[in-house]
């Protein structure tokens, strides 16, 4: 897996390459932006919303669960830590991610159970609810 590369204009808008993809990031226009394209914690939704969905697919292709589809609804809020009743950080904010998942075809209520416990274990949910070390590295232009 290559580097994504992020360029940077003179306003919130980025330009994003991913491998042979290009996307670009936005920020809205009542937060400064001109909205020309999904803010990067949308992306951090996306990212984990399509994790989801292929980590059940795969399950469901390897165990030949009839699995036609899945709906991810992945929403995101920011809050103080205080104010979580069940979160063991007391200081400083919290983001919390809301997965909502719809399955599509006929399943058995084991077979649900089944691809449900498997969305909680994809990679990038694991990565979010473990320790994330960043590098920053300042370039010479």
Known sequence: MGPVVVHGTRSFRSEIEAGKHRLIADEPADAG???????PYDYLSAALGACTSMTMRFLANRDGIPLEGSDIEVTNDRMYAKDCADCTSGSGYIHRFTVRIRLRGTLTPEQRESLFSAAKRCPVAKTLTHEIKIDEILMES
């Open 33 to 39: 932006g001109a909205d020309g394209g999904p803010t």
